[in-house]
């Protein structure tokens, strides 16, 4: 009927019926032809029909029809396997006690290990629309960000990882990584720690801890009376070494930090401090360089294989400081040496007991105004001796002196003081020693074969190290 019809909500949520003009007959089965006529179907308001036929108030304009709402599905989920969201806990000792400095890490996964998977929201409970069609209101969905070394299943549920390391998830991006993030201090929060890979810790290494790991270990705060081993990495530190006497600090690679004080340090290869190293005893492989800001060393032992590059080392206070170059160039050049000097020190004793015979053959023969043969023999015997003694001694002393010749030039492994070195600094290089009886300025120091040298220098060789 053109006077009655129905509007439909673009949702289908609601069905309005419109009557435009009064009509003396209306019907309940009118009313319900129309819906039908329009498709209708469901939540129609019968309570409603029954008051337009009764009460006859027309024109109008009346909600006749609602959807019936769904119940909201429950929400997605995650189902960790391995889960990064959990802090580190103590393990329990025999006796029952909780070892917080060896603590169970809870984000370690192995190469194709499951880490976490995806559960699907439900559809919840279904509703209708005013023309009988299903309508869902599901949980909301669960969606992760992909980061590095992740492996997502087919189904895009499931997720795994394609390396050996450590699970993170931040941001709602989830990675694994061969570098193991400690996000604060190493302390009684992470226990030690101990990783195949690098190690990157944003805090301190707080005394007592022990941080072991195969490759390099960055550490943005201090390092305490802590013990450090990096296999075949570097270490590197932003601020400094705060040792007091009990920091261990090893290395297979360098060292770069801020400064070092009471700590022992052995490092395989090269050493950059930026401040100072104070009370220390300081081992490298390669170079040790303290060129920047105060560039002090200043008690302990400071020692390389390569070469020491430093502003000022000692005190005037004299503080005991030593500095030296030890390494396999001077052992091999003091053996060979050695060796040189030893046997020329042999066949002078050898000779000075020949000649003292001799002597003594020569007062016996004066006394007697002759020798028995044997003297006489033995005496021929000796000067046939002395000559060959005499000769292998010069040859040995023209054999060192060519050793002392050819070796003068090679002292690149030098200590550069672009400063000062105080007065009361020992210098050690090789196994030789120089005490510093008063201050030098801008000096380098090498070894010339037996002896330290001191000379001036130019700072730009200095920082060449």
Same mark, same amino acid.
């Given at each position: 009927?053109?006077?009655?019809?129905?509007?439909?909500?673009?949702?289908?949520?609601?069905?309005?019926?419109?009557?435009?003009?009064?009509?003396?007959?209306?019907?309940? %089965?009118?009313?319900?032809?129309?819906?039908?006529?329009?498709?209708?179907?469901?939540?129609?308001?019968?309570?409603?029909?029954?008051?337009?036929?009764?009460?006859?108030?027309?024109?109008?304009?009346?909600?006749?029809?609602?959807?019936?709402?769904?119940?909201?599905?429950?929400?997605? *989920?995650? =189902?960790? #396997?391995?889960?990064?969201?959990?802090?580190? &806990?103590?393990?329990?000792?025999?006796?029952?006690?909780?070892?917080?400095?060896?603590?169970? #890490?809870?984000?370690?996964?192995?190469?194709?290990?499951?880490?976490?998977?995806?559960?699907?929201?439900?559809?919840?409970?279904?509703?209708?629309?005013?023309?009988? %069609?299903?309508?869902?209101?599901?949980?909301?969905?669960?969606?992760?960000?992909?980061?590095?070394?992740?492996?997502?299943?087919?189904?895009?549920?499931?997720?795994?990882?394609?390396?050996? +390391?450590?699970?993170?998830?931040?941001?709602?991006?989830?990675?694994?990584? /061969?570098?193991?993030?400690?996000?604060?201090?190493?302390?009684?929060? &992470?226990?030690?720690?101990?990783?195949? +890979?690098?190690?990157?810790?944003?805090? !301190?290494?707080?005394? +007592?801890?022990?941080?072991?790991?195969?490759?390099?270990?960055?550490?943005?705060?201090?390092?305490?009376?802590?013990?450090?081993?990096? #296999?075949?990495?570097?270490?590197?530190?932003?601020?400094?070494?705060?040792?007091?006497?009990?920091?261990?600090?090893?290395?297979?690679?360098?060292?770069?930090?801020?400064?070092?004080?009471?700590?022992?340090?052995?490092? *395989?290869?090269?050493?950059?401090?930026?401040?100072?190293?104070?009370?220390?005893?300081?081992?490298?492989?390669?170079?040790?360089?303290?060129?920047?800001?105060?560039?002090?060393?200043?008690?302990?032992?400071?020692?390389?294989?390569?070469?020491?590059?430093?502003?000022?080392?000692?005190?005037?206070?004299?503080?005991?400081?030593?500095? +030296?170059?030890?390494?396999?160039?001077?052992?091999?050049?003091?053996?060979?040496? #050695?060796?040189?000097?030893?046997?020329?020190?042999?066949?002078?004793?050898?000779?000075?007991?020949?000649?003292?015979?001799?002597?003594?053959?020569?007062?016996? %023969?004066?006394?007697?105004?002759?020798?028995?043969? /044997?003297?006489?023999?033995?005496?021929? &015997?000796?000067? &046939?001796?002395?000559?060959?003694?005499?000769?292998?001694?010069?040859?040995?002393?023209?054999?060192?002196? !060519?050793? =002392?010749?050819?070796?003068?030039?090679?002292?690149?492994?030098?200590?550069?003081?672009?400063?000062?070195?105080? *007065?009361?600094?020992?210098?050690?290089?090789?196994?030789?020693?120089? $005490?510093?009886?008063?201050?030098?300025?801008?000096?380098?120091? $090498?070894?010339?074969? /037996? %002896?330290?040298?001191?000379? /001036?220098?130019?700072?730009?060789?200095? *920082?060449?190290?």
């Amino acid at each position: 009927m053109k006077n009655i019809k129905v509007i439909i909500s673009n949702d289908q949520m609601l069905a309005t019926l419109v009557i435009s003009r009064n009509i003396p007959d209306i019907s309940s %089965e009118m009313i319900y032809s129309t819906l039908k006529e329009y498709g209708v179907t469901n939540g129609i308001k019968d309570e409603i029909i029954q008051k337009i036929i009764h009460e006859k108030k027309m024109p109008l304009e009346i909600v006749i029809a609602n959807a019936s709402r769904p119940e909201k599905g429950k929400d997605g *989920k995650l =189902i960790w #396997q391995i889960d990064p969201t959990i802090p580190a &806990t103590p393990k329990i000792n025999k006796n029952g006690k909780a070892d917080f400095k060896h603590l169970q #890490q809870h984000n370690a996964v192995n190469k194709g290990q499951e880490i976490v998977s995806i559960l699907p929201p439900s559809k919840g409970i279904p509703g209708k629309t005013v023309t009988g %069609e299903l309508i869902f209101r599901p949980g909301k969905e669960i969606k992760i960000e992909i980061g590095e070394n992740i492996i997502v299943s087919d189904d895009g549920y499931t997720y795994y990882s394609a390396i050996k +390391g450590y699970v993170s998830f931040s941001n709602n991006k989830l990675s694994v990584s /061969n570098i193991k993030y400690i996000n604060g201090d190493v302390s009684f929060r &992470t226990g030690n720690i101990k990783y195949n +890979g690098k190690v990157h810790i944003k805090g !301190d290494i707080r005394s +007592g801890f022990r941080v072991e790991a195969t490759d390099t270990i960055f550490v943005e705060g201090n390092i305490e009376a802590a013990d450090i081993y990096s #296999q075949k990495g570097d270490v590197v530190v932003s601020l400094g070494i705060v040792g007091k006497g009990r920091a261990k600090i090893l290395a297979g690679g360098s060292l770069y930090c801020g400064f070092i004080q009471d700590a022992l340090v052995n490092i *395989k290869n090269n050493i950059i401090i930026e401040h100072y190293s104070i009370n220390s005893e300081v081992f490298a492989g390669g170079t040790i360089s303290v060129i920047q800001k105060e560039g002090l060393i200043r008690g302990g032992k400071v020692f390389a294989e390569k070469g020491i590059s430093a502003l000022e080392v000692g005190s005037i206070k004299g503080i005991v400081t030593e500095v +030296g170059i030890s390494g396999s160039d001077f052992v091999e050049l003091d053996s060979q040496l #050695q060796k040189i000097i030893k046997e020329e020190e042999r066949q002078k004793t050898e000779l000075f007991l020949l000649n003292k015979r001799k002597t003594f053959l020569e007062l016996l %023969e004066n006394r007697l105004n002759n020798l028995s043969l /044997n003297k006489q023999q033995e005496m021929n &015997t000796i000067f &046939t001796k002395i000559n060959e003694i005499v000769e292998r001694i010069e040859d040995l002393e023209a054999e060192k002196n !060519d050793f =002392i010749e050819k070796n003068k030039s090679k002292h690149n492994n030098s200590i550069f003081v672009q400063h000062i070195i105080h *007065k009361g600094v020992t210098v050690s290089i090789g196994h030789l020693q120089y $005490y510093v009886d008063k201050q030098f300025e801008k000096v380098k120091i $090498y070894r010339n074969v /037996n %002896e330290v040298v001191f000379e /001036n220098y130019s700072e730009k060789e200095g *920082k060449n190290l």
